[in-house]
């Protein structure tokens, strides 16, 4: 788990980041948290959108998809989920 202040050193470092995925009609999939749990490899902190033609609501869909990649749930914040996990290859943030 995630203490209060790594949360807050990766809410800034994602900050500047831009969306990789959208979460729309479709909901969520097998198949977007295979793509999400190996882009989370890559660069182990990413945003997701959620579109407003989503049936499902934001805090319903990050937490399917932190569970689905085992990531940690940053934050939800407007129609943006942002998911952290350690990389084992391409270790990029330390955190504090």
Not at 9 to 22: C, E, G, T
Not at 32 to 48: N, S
Not at 57 to 74: F, M, N, P, Q
């Amino acid at each position: 788990m995630l203490t209060g202040k790594q949360k807050r050193y990766l809410r800034s470092k994602a900050h500047h980041l831009n969306p990789i995925f959208q979460v729309g009609k479709g909901g969520v999939n097998e198949n977007m948290i295979k793509q999400i749990d190996d882009v989370l490899e890559a660069r182990e902190l990413i945003k997701v959108s959620v579109l407003q033609n989503c049936e499902e609501d934001k805090d319903s869909v990050a937490e399917k998809l932190s569970t689905g990649a085992k990531a940690e749930l940053v934050q939800v914040i407007g129609n943006t989920i942002v998911l952290y996990k350690e990389s084992t290859e391409n270790k990029q943030i330390q955190l504090p």
